[in-house]
């Protein structure tokens, strides 16, 4: 199992969402968060002071998927959520040890 942790820009979630949907994919967290990446943002004055870097809205999503969904699921986000344009964001993959489904004590591949 892995997490795929995708940073995205907040407008192209619908289309993520909706591409994941068609593939099977309902289970995901989605939270608000602050960054920056290559670009630094830019420099800026912000009330006086140099701003070294500027941290721009994105949204995280988070998917624990089976290890033979990954390629697909990678795939699919970077297709609806690239624009051509920087800043269209980045994915880091994580090795997940176990899920646990609390209703039921399911674990493993089918409490995903
Ligand atoms: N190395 C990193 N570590 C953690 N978070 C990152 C990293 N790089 C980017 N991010 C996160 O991803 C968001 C989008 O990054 P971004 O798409 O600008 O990456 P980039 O490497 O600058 O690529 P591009 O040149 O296409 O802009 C950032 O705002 C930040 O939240
Ligand atoms: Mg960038």
């Not at 940073?7 to 591409?19: T, W």
């Amino acid at each position: 199992m892995k997490k795929i942790e995708a940073i995205i820009r907040p407008g192209k979630l619908e289309d993520i969402k909706n591409a994941l949907a068609k593939y099977n994919v309902h289970g995901l967290t989605i939270t608000q968060v602050m960054g920056c990446g290559k670009q630094k943002g830019k420099t800026e004055y912000y009330r006086g002071a140099v701003v070294e870097l500027t941290l721009l809205q994105k949204l995280k999503v988070e998917i624990v998927a089976a290890d033979n969904d990954v390629d697909n699921i990678i795939r699919i986000i970077c297709d609806a959520a690239r624009t051509g344009e920087i800043g269209d964001g980045k994915i880091f993959i994580y090795d997940i040890e176990n899920v646990y489904r609390i209703r039921t004590g399911e674990s493993g591949d089918i409490a995903i």
